[in-house]
């Protein structure tokens, strides 16, 4: 059986929610999911897994990383994940000037740990509405699809 890691931050419950949605859509693929807080998790525990998730909001004007990821960003650059198959989720206002610039920071880390993109990164204004639900499961099934091809 194929294990997942999301790692999450959420100030709002955003994308919090997200990372549960992720995980029920995982684990109805028959992988087993666990999902922890940034700041209880290593970057490092991802090589413990087959795939590997992280959901952030998008924090200020200029559409950065949120504090408590910083640390996680940089571990997370360190590593190689070849052979794992990643994606990227969360939440942002398009109030602001850049919409989830989050989401692009984390997807250009993965790519470059060498992990394989499991399907396009989902980045949703604000609170998850039903169409983004469809994105969120989309990008879970992409993942799950990855990792049977990966065995």
């Known amino acids: 059986m194929s ?33 922890q807080e940034v ?21 200020g004007v200029d559409g950065t990383l949120p504090d408590e990821m910083l640390d996680f960003y940089d571990d997370l650059g360190q590593l ?30 993965f790519l470059k740990t060498g992990a394989t993109q499991g399907g396009v990164s989902c980045k949703i204004e604000l609170n998850a509405e039903t169409e983004d639900i469809i994105k969120l499961h989309a990008l879970a099934d992409g993942i799950a699809e990855k990792l049977t091809q990966n065995e």
Do not use: W
């Open 39 to 59: 700041m209880q998790a290593e970057a490092e525990d991802f090589l413990n897994y087959d795939a590997v998730l992280v959901g952030s909001y998008t924090y």
């Open 3 to 35: 294990k997942a890691l999301i790692i999450f931050t959420s100030l709002t419950g955003n994308t919090e929610e997200m990372a549960d949605i992720m995980a029920d859509r995982l684990e109805s693929h028959q992988i087993q999911t666990d999902v």
């Open 80 to 109: 190689d994940l070849s052979g794992k198959v990643f994606g990227v989720f969360g939440s942002g206002d398009s109030f602001y000037p850049v919409f989830c610039g989050a989401i692009d920071t984390l997807e250009e880390q």
